[in-house]
């Protein structure tokens, strides 16, 4: 696919506010096709493509979940995790609010709110991750532990087997 001229988004400018090092890597954004596609079109395993999930707890309040590619998120065992009565997905213009991110180009990173972020621990076990990058059809890897250094993530262990 070819790159597009202009990469810059909210998230790649927080990324080098950092000093972060990230590589970029485009594919062609399939809707619904999720991560089984960014994975095979990067020719990487789904398990290190990291999800950006948004959602709210039962007062609505609203919390960034990084998932595996490959795995769910099991809402029950997150809301006792993160100390909440209940969690469950935004719906997708509620998210793009808090994120300023169209669903499906979802990133954690430079979100037009400050939100908690969850994120799976078996994700740091991971050598190179693959995040989306703020638009859709785009990829930023990445060490995990630069989401740690610069989001500060709480870990849980939420997802389903």
Same mark, same amino acid.
């Given at each position: ?58 007062? #609505?309040?609203?919390?960034?979940? !990084? ?10 065992? @997150? %809301?006792? *995790? ?8 935004c719906k997708p213009e509620v998210a793009q609010r808090h994120t300023g991110y169209q669903v499906g180009g979802t990133s954690p990173f430079g979100t037009r709110k400050a ?17 989306? #990058?703020?638009?859709?059809?785009? !990829? ?10 610069? @989001? %500060?993530? *709480? ?7």
């Amino acid at each position: 696919m070819k790159r597009p001229s202009h990469s810059e988004t909210p998230a790649t400018q927080f990324l080098r506010a950092k000093g972060v090092a990230f590589s970029e890597h485009f594919y062609e954004y399939v809707e619904r096709g999720g991560t089984a596609v960014s994975a095979a079109a990067l020719g990487v395993p789904e398990h290190a493509v990291v999800k950006t999930l948004v959602m709210e707890d039962e007062s #609505g309040a609203p919390l960034i979940v !990084l998932m595996h590619g490959d795995r769910e998120v099991s809402t029950k065992n @997150l %809301a006792r *995790q993160a100390g909440r009565k209940r969690i469950e997905p935004c719906k997708p213009e509620v998210a793009q609010r808090h994120t300023g991110y169209q669903v499906g180009g979802t990133s954690p990173f430079g979100t037009r709110k400050a939100m908690p972020v969850y994120m799976e621990r078996s994700i740091t076990e991971v050598e190179r991750i693959y995040i989306n #990058g703020g638009r859709r059809g785009f !990829l930023l890897g990445l060490a995990p532990g630069e989401i740690v250094r610069t @989001l %500060a993530p *709480q870990f849980v262990e939420a997802a389903l087997a």
